[in-house]
């Protein structure tokens, strides 16, 4: 990653929102099944030739990181399921205008991995954690693999990449009542813990299980007095707390109850090349298609500033019309 003085400063849209943060998307695969996200046989996946193939990426990611667009994360599905996915990291990561590059993983295969990860130039990582007790992670993720997902944190923490992020998803009558549990891990470790609101993508009993930020915030506060505490310096949706005299910090993050879309400065490239500038919205731009057809690298930054002016403002959540219209799963979408 080099700081380059001369890189462009990155595009706005008609909301005044800087864009510069690229969620990458490379493949819809995943090693773990949880309930909330995929049903048990899986979902249809994506053939793989409709998937993009690793220089389709790369091109993506040179093209958007000459735009100004500085800040890249890898997702998936369970991104290190990806043939050749430290390869793919550490020729992005080179990328002249590329700040920070990061990674969200559910942490099955990071035990293997950290080492790697970190040689590619890999720092912030993000681990998807929505319970601390076996039987449970068992039965949410239909595989047991708890054990395997401690100690890859364990051994991300070890191999030094930091900050480590632990993101949680909220549910009722799963893992509400391990909260407190999950918050205690910041008087022990320096890491994030983020507690995220369960987000309507066609689940039946939506309403049951989800549970407000609010809510959320009361029970930590039954742990310790907390603070608010400063973000870190990506420019995220969490809002920051900490308990006195704590290593970590716990973080909330309140897409369903909360309003983070005047910040938001984000864009999505999914596994199949589809741009979306939104989460919540239908919208997508098929950037593979461009790609194959031979589009040239200008004609594709165009093609992405055109869809950054149509970023919508927000997102209508809690809209009834709303929920009935997402039109991918999120192990599609990347997250
Ligand atoms: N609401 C909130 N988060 C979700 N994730 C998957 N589905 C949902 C949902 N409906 C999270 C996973 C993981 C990340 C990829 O997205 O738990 O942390
Ligand atoms: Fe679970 Fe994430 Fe995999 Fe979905 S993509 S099954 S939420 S680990």
Redesign the pocket.
């Known amino acids: 990653m080099t700081d380059r003085v001369l890189m462009p400063a990155p595009p706005t849209d008609s909301f005044e929102r800087k864009i510069d943060y690229l969620r990458l998307s490379v493949t819809d695969r995943c090693n773990l099944r949880?309930t909330?996200?995929m049903p048990e046989d899986g979902l249809p996946k994506l053939d793989h030739r409709d998937i993009l193939r690793y220089e389709e990426f790369l091109t993506l990611a040179e093209i958007v990181t000459g735009m100004g667009i500085s800040k890249i994360r890898i997702?998936g599905g369970e991104p290190l399921v990806r043939k050749n996915i430290l390869t793919l990291c550490k020729n992005i990561s080179q990328l002249p205008g590329l700040k920070s590059l990061s990674i969200?993983t559910n942490g099955v295969l990071l035990s293997q991995f950290a080492q790697g990860l970190l040689e590619t130039g890999i720092k912030r990582i993000n681990i998807?954690l929505?319970t601390l007790k076996r039987e449970k992670f068992a039965a949410l993720t239909r595989q047991d693999l708890f054990p395997q997902v401690w100690e890859g944190i364990q051994t991300a923490f070890t191999a030094g990449l930091s900050p480590i992020k632990l993101?949680t998803?909220v549910l009722r009558g799963t893992n509400d009542d391990e909260i407190e549990d999950l918050a205690r891990l910041t008087f022990r470790y320096p890491f994030h813990v983020r507690f995220?609101e369960?987000?309507p993508?066609q689940?039946r009993d939506y309403d049951r299980q989800f549970v407000p930020a609010a809510e959320i915030l009361q029970r930590l506060k039954r742990v310790a007095p907390l603070a608010r505490s400063d973000k870190d310096e990506s420019n995220g949706p969490a809002l920051y707390y900490r308990y006195e005299s704590a290593p970590g910090r716990i973080g909330i993050i309140s897409p369903v109850s909360g309003h983070f879309c005047p910040a938001c400065n984000r864009l999505r490239i999914t596994a199949d090349g589809k741009l979306r500038t939104c989460l919540f919205s239908r919208d997508e731009t098929d950037l593979r298609q461009a790609l194959r057809q031979g589009a040239s690298q200008d004609r594709i930054e165009e093609i992405i500033r055109f869809a950054i002016t149509l970023k919508p403002e927000k997102h209508e959540l809690n809209s009834h019309i709303f929920r009935k219209c997402i039109s991918r799963p999120?192990f599609s979408i990347g997250?």
Do not use: E, K, L, P
Request: include cysteine.
């Open positions: 949880c909330y996200c997702t969200t998807s929505d993101n998803v995220i369960f987000m993508f689940q999120m997250g």
